[in-house]
């Protein structure tokens, strides 16, 4: 299963770094994604990793403040968000697929497992 930590309720121009743990199996064939939930609106893809080579893909609204990284001795996934914006608040999730060739970002419903969502508050 999947472990999302991290969020919290920060004031805009903050920081937070979001995580994603596995349990019962390690990240080594898969890619990783981060999702995120606006009220009312459809899961979104954020940033996904594949772990072989980590290799990385960012939606635009995020590149240069968004980063995500892997600790492959910790089996985790990071997201580290800088620079944040109270429109960036939603409900995170992440997600993972057993490719190297993960799905469009845009593609939520092609993730085979997730984690539960942790909620990413951004007052302005």
């Known amino acids: 299963q999947l472990q999302a930590c991290g969020g919290g309720l920060v004031q805009a121009g903050g920081s937070l770094r979001l995580s994603c743990a596995a349990s019962?199996?390690?990240?080594?064939?898969?890619?990783i994604g981060w999702f995120r939930q606006h009220p009312g609106k459809e899961r979104e893809g954020v940033a996904c990793i594949t772990r072989s080579d980590g290799s990385t893909i960012y939606e635009d609204s995020v590149k240069g403040r968004f980063t995500i990284s892997s600790d492959n001795a910790k089996n985790t996934v990071y997201l580290q968000m800088m620079s944040l914006k109270p429109e960036v608040t939603a409900v995170y999730y992440c997600a993972v697929v057993r490719s190297e060739r993960p799905p469009d970002l845009g593609s939520y419903w092609l993730w085979g497992l997730w984690g539960q969502g942790t909620l990413v508050t951004v007052s302005s």
């Open positions: 019962g199996f390690t990240f080594d064939d898969y890619s």
